[in-house]
């Protein structure tokens, strides 16, 4: 009984892993040919979390998912991913909603945070609001994104696959 039970949370965990390698495989794509672009499956995007801002809901090293979402439909206490610069996102939390020139601004804070940020975020900067966090995973997929992954999981592989091939081929 326990084995079935232990192989069945085996094959749960793996499928769980594999679709977090495909996801973050098609992110990585994604931003290395729009770099500009955030990239979004069906309407929801993965984030790894760099730092704890955002402590206790959300932790350093945490993937996150958060949907595409209708500015005008966030309220306070919603916590948003935003663009600061070019290519650099913060997932912090509305304090504060104003209607400037005609314009929607946020004002947003870490929870971890003793102050408020100082620039307020405009509504064109927004990229998501939350939906759920996978503890660590976000360790998982950056360690995914980078050379020495693609060396072990790609380039490895093939040149075992290559030479065995060749290999099975002079000998027969």
Known sequence: ???????????????????????????????????????????????????????????????????????????????????????????HRIVDIAYKNGKLFFKTKGDANKYPDKKPVLSEQLVGTFVFKIPNLGYVANFISTKICFMIFIIFPITIITITEFKNRHDS
């Open 1 to 91: 009984m326990i084995s079935k039970s232990l192989r069945w949370s085996v094959n749960v965990a793996s499928m769980l892993l594999v679709i977090v390698l495909v996801l973050t495989l098609y992110n990585v794509c994604q931003v290395r040919k729009h770099p500009a672009k955030v990239p979004s499956i069906c309407g929801y995007n993965f984030f790894s979390v760099l730092s704890g801002s955002m402590q206790p809901l959300i932790e350093a090293g945490d993937l996150i998912v958060t949907r595409n979402v209708n500015a005008e439909e966030l309220r306070i206490e919603d916590v948003i991913t935003y663009r600061v610069d070019e290519g650099f996102l913060v997932t």
